[in-house]
């Protein structure tokens, strides 16, 4: 909400009084007093205040009298009214555009009726940009009074000219009304259909339900998503992750034209978080990197000096490299989805090139191979401050887990992936394998760097279900009781430290965020709790009253 202006200076002013989303990216002077305040600051653990300059960075932390005796004249006072304050929340494995996207595809799992489907069609549409086609998820006409699949004119009706296209519940079939279908430049009606899927008729004319393969004649004519959808779809990424407290995340696998995206946002004062962005594997934007050097945006709001590869598959489609077969498929050990001579290709150019290596690995034979080929590649500079990191680290073979220490290489490990996998992840690997899944207190007691994340869209983008995951080891029923490996939790600061300062580290940031301290960026968030010396159970509960970068309020809670 903008309030009035309170001076002449305008719009500095008007952003740090408390917008529920900022638009410029005008920072003004500020002290917040009246706080608990976890600085993350081995030297200052806690403080009650907080002071920053008109440039956002943090000038003081401390008592409320050494605060005030700093805080340049004119800053402007917040009272945190005894609210708990942490330094900024990072997801250190992210896919932004990927959840703006999901955010802009009308949601329609729990839908009791065709009718129910046709009104949150009807409210999503009015937010989308005139032509874009109408895409959703999740119908599931068991869950109706008449069960038949739906058709193509229940749609026409009121959606005559707009493409619209739902998937759904399961993935395996899609129902798309008439203006969609004559997208289609095949001729559906007749009576053939494709392998491995099947085109409903009635008669020879197609219904509108397509199942399987049959989706694909559908799926490859909507259109890439055009530059207003996506700055869209941005838009909406930002404002959810505002709203969970999160003030940066690190963006894996970024195009050369989602980064044009970001430094968009950025140059308009539209970016409310801190990208850490990896170039989407061998591609332009690793290439632009490597004539051009790392790219940083002046407002300190994106950067990309890294690259992300992928190594091999996941765990739930068998896909995961495993040095032994799969428990519940024993003819599969998983696949190597980058051949090891390209991955190896890659991580030598990157390191040619000055950058930071991510690499995807989720089974021990990845992880493996993975490892081998950092060693090889960073060769003398393995103990040097090259940070290259695994992503997702899930399933580790217990000989392999002291050589991330020893080849400095950071663990970004998700605690989500845990809670959410648990129920046949034993199925997947076996009773053995499994001291080395998701077993982050091993990692942590061979002394490696532990970076935590969620891996968004595909887990919640929101961190306390990360910090809650991280602490209890148990789903949000409470179920295991005692949590699942229970061994393998983490305490609660050590959680807060994943999602904080070692995410900060991991993507070269510490100088910046991470922590609350003099010098580094005014990036914190109010909470309603402690998530340090609150009952674990309560973690998902705690309420965010208002999330800042750079001293500016970019969520506050209505
Ligand atoms: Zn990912």
Same mark, same amino acid.
């Given at each position: 909400?903008?309030?009035?202006?309170?001076?002449?200076?305008?719009?500095?002013?008007?952003? !740090?009084?408390?917008?529920?989303?900022?638009?410029?990216?005008?920072?003004?002077?500020?002290?917040?007093?009246?706080?608990?305040?976890?600085?993350?600051?081995?030297?200052?653990?806690?403080?009650?205040?907080?002071?920053?300059?008109?440039?956002?960075?943090?000038? !003081?932390?401390? @008592?409320?009298?050494?605060?005030?005796?700093?805080?340049?004249?004119?800053?402007?006072?917040?009272?945190?009214?005894?609210?708990?304050?942490?330094?900024?929340?990072?997801?250190?494995?992210?896919?932004?555009?990927?959840?703006?996207?999901?955010?802009?595809?009308?949601?329609?799992?729990?839908?009791?009726?065709?009718?129910?489907?046709?009104? /949150?069609?009807?409210?999503?549409?009015?937010?989308?940009?005139?032509?874009?086609?109408?895409?959703?998820?999740?119908?599931?006409?068991?869950?109706?009074?008449?069960?038949?699949?739906?058709?193509?004119?229940?749609?026409?009706?009121? %959606?005559?000219?707009?493409?619209?296209?739902?998937?759904?519940?399961?993935?395996? &079939?899609?129902?798309?009304?008439? $203006? !969609?279908?004559?997208?289609?430049?095949?001729?559906?009606?007749?009576?053939?259909?494709?392998?491995?899927?099947?085109?409903?008729?009635?008669?020879?004319?197609?219904?509108?339900?397509?199942?399987?393969?049959?989706?694909?004649?559908?799926?490859?004519?909507?259109?890439?998503?055009?530059?207003?959808?996506?700055?869209?779809?941005?838009?909406?990424?930002?404002?959810?992750? &505002?709203?969970?407290?999160?003030?940066?995340?690190?963006?894996?696998?970024?195009?050369?034209?989602?980064?044009?995206?970001?430094?968009?946002?950025?140059?308009?004062?539209?970016?409310?978080?801190?990208?850490?962005?990896?170039?989407?594997?061998?591609?332009?934007?690793?290439?632009?990197?490597?004539?051009?050097?790392?790219?940083?945006?002046?407002?300190?709001?994106?950067?990309?000096?890294?690259?992300?590869?992928?190594?091999?598959?996941?765990?739930?489609?068998?896909? !995961? &490299?495993?040095?032994?077969?799969?428990?519940?498929?024993?003819?599969?050990?998983?696949?190597?989805?980058?051949?090891?001579?390209?991955?190896?290709?890659?991580?030598?150019?990157?390191?040619?090139?000055?950058?930071?290596?991510?690499?995807?690995?989720?089974?021990?034979?990845?992880?493996?191979?993975?490892?081998?080929?950092?060693?090889?590649?960073?060769?003398?500079?393995?103990?040097?401050?090259?940070?290259?990191?695994?992503?997702?680290?899930?399933?580790?073979?217990?000989?392999?887990?002291?050589? %991330?220490?020893?080849?400095?290489?950071?663990?970004?490990?998700?605690?989500?992936?845990?809670?959410?996998?648990?129920?046949?992840?034993?199925?997947?690997?076996?009773?053995?394998?499994? $001291?080395?899944?998701?077993?982050?207190?091993?990692?942590?007691?061979?002394?490696?760097?532990?970076?935590?994340?969620?891996? %968004?869209?595909?887990?919640?983008?929101?961190?306390?279900?990360?910090?809650? $995951?991280?602490? @209890?080891?148990?789903?949000?029923?409470?179920?295991?009781?005692?949590?699942?490996?229970?061994?393998?939790?983490?305490?609660?600061?050590?959680?807060?430290?994943?999602?904080?300062?070692?995410?900060?580290?991991?993507?070269?940031?510490?100088?910046?965020?991470? /922590?609350?301290?003099?010098?580094?960026?005014?990036?914190?968030?109010?909470?309603?709790?402690?998530?340090?010396?609150?009952?674990?159970?309560?973690?998902?509960?705690?309420?965010?009253?208002?999330?800042?970068?750079?001293?500016?309020?970019?969520?506050?809670?209505?």
């Amino acid at each position: 909400m903008r309030t009035s202006l309170f001076s002449l200076t305008g719009l500095a002013v008007l952003f !740090a009084c408390g917008a529920d989303t900022a638009g410029a990216a005008t920072t003004s002077a500020g002290i917040l007093v009246n706080a608990r305040i976890h600085a993350l600051d081995a030297a200052h653990p806690m403080a009650e205040a907080l002071a920053w300059d008109a440039a956002g960075r943090i000038v !003081a932390v401390g @008592t409320r009298e050494a605060v005030l005796a700093k805080a340049a004249a004119g800053a402007r006072t917040h009272d945190a009214r005894g609210a708990t304050v942490v330094p900024g929340l990072i997801d250190a494995h992210a896919h932004l555009m990927g959840l703006g996207l999901a955010l802009m595809s009308a949601d329609l799992v729990g839908a009791r009726s065709r009718a129910e489907v046709i009104a /949150r069609l009807l409210e999503f549409e009015k937010r989308l940009p005139p032509g874009a086609w109408l895409l959703g998820r999740g119908w599931d006409q068991n869950d109706w009074l008449d069960k038949s699949f739906p058709t193509a004119a229940e749609l026409d009706q009121h %959606f005559p000219t707009r493409a619209v296209w739902l998937e759904r519940i399961d993935g395996h &079939a899609g129902w798309a009304n008439s $203006a !969609a279908l004559r997208r289609v430049s095949r001729d559906l009606s007749g009576d053939w259909q494709p392998d491995g899927g099947r085109i409903l008729r009635e008669g020879t004319k197609p219904t509108g339900v397509f199942v399987d393969t049959a989706m694909d004649l559908v799926n490859g004519v909507v259109p890439p998503p055009d530059e207003a959808f996506r700055a869209e779809a941005l838009t909406r990424a930002l404002a959810s992750a &505002a709203s969970v407290g999160l003030t940066g995340v690190h963006d894996m696998g970024t195009s050369a034209a989602d980064l044009d995206l970001f430094g968009k946002f950025a140059d308009e004062g539209r970016l409310t978080l801190r990208v850490v962005a990896y170039a989407d594997g061998d591609s332009t934007a690793l290439e632009d990197r490597c004539r051009t050097g790392p790219y940083l945006h002046p407002s300190g709001r994106v950067r990309m000096a890294g690259v992300k590869f992928y190594a091999d598959g996941a765990l739930g489609s068998r896909g !995961a &490299a495993l040095l032994e077969p799969y428990r519940d498929d024993p003819g599969n050990s998983g696949i190597l989805v980058t051949p090891p001579d390209k991955l190896l290709a890659g991580m030598q150019k990157a390191h040619r090139c000055g950058l930071q290596v991510a690499t995807h690995a989720i089974g021990d034979r990845g992880n493996r191979l993975v490892l081998d080929e950092y060693a090889k590649v960073l060769g003398k500079d393995e103990t040097g401050d090259h940070r290259w990191r695994i992503e997702h680290a899930q399933v580790v073979s217990l000989a392999d887990i002291p050589r %991330f220490a020893k080849l400095n290489v950071i663990a970004s490990m998700q605690p989500t992936h845990a809670t959410s996998d648990m129920p046949w992840a034993e199925a997947r690997l076996g009773p053995d394998r499994l $001291a080395g899944a998701y077993a982050w207190r091993r990692f942590e007691k061979a002394g490696v760097r532990l970076a935590l994340g969620s891996d %968004f869209p595909v887990e919640s983008a929101d961190p306390r279900l990360g910090l809650y $995951a991280a602490v @209890t080891r148990r789903d949000l029923d409470g179920k295991p009781p005692g949590g699942w490996l229970p061994d393998q939790k983490l305490t609660p600061a050590e959680a807060l430290q994943g999602f904080t300062t070692d995410a900060a580290w991991a993507g070269f940031m510490e100088r910046d965020v991470g /922590r609350l301290e003099s010098g580094l960026r005014a990036d914190f968030v109010l909470l309603d709790a402690d998530p340090i010396a609150s009952p674990p159970a309560r973690l998902p509960a705690i309420r965010v009253l208002s999330t800042w970068v750079d001293g500016v309020a970019v969520y506050t809670a209505q």
